[in-house]
C-alpha cells in the first residue's frame, strides 16, 4: 500500500523549497543535494543539515524522509523521482 500513487500532486514541499532556492545561485550544487536525498546510503538529517546549511532555511530529517517517499501515499506532493 505504501507505493500506491497519489490521486492528485498537491504543492511542492520545503525540502523541495530549500532545493529550488539553492537551484537559483548554485544549480550544481543542487543537483548534487537531491543526489545525496535520492540515495539511501546517506543518512536524513545528514542530509537536512547540508540543505539547512546552504538554503538559509531548516529543513528537519523527518522533512527529508518524507521528501524521500514523495509520489507514495506516505510521502509529500512533489512529483515521484525519475528512475532509470
Known sequence: MSSR?????GPRCGTTAALE????????????ITAAIDNPDVAQGKAAEFLTKHA???????????????GTVYGCSCP???TS
Open 56 to 70: 538559509g532555511r531548516t529543513v528537519k530529517a523527518a522533512a527529508v524522509g518524507y521528501h524521500r517517499r514523495r
Open 5 to 9: 500513487p497519489r490521486l492528485q500532486p
Open 80 to 82: 515521484p523521482k525519475e
Open 21 to 32: 532556492r539553492i537551484a537559483l545561485v548554485r544549480p550544481e550544487l543542487a543537483a548534487a
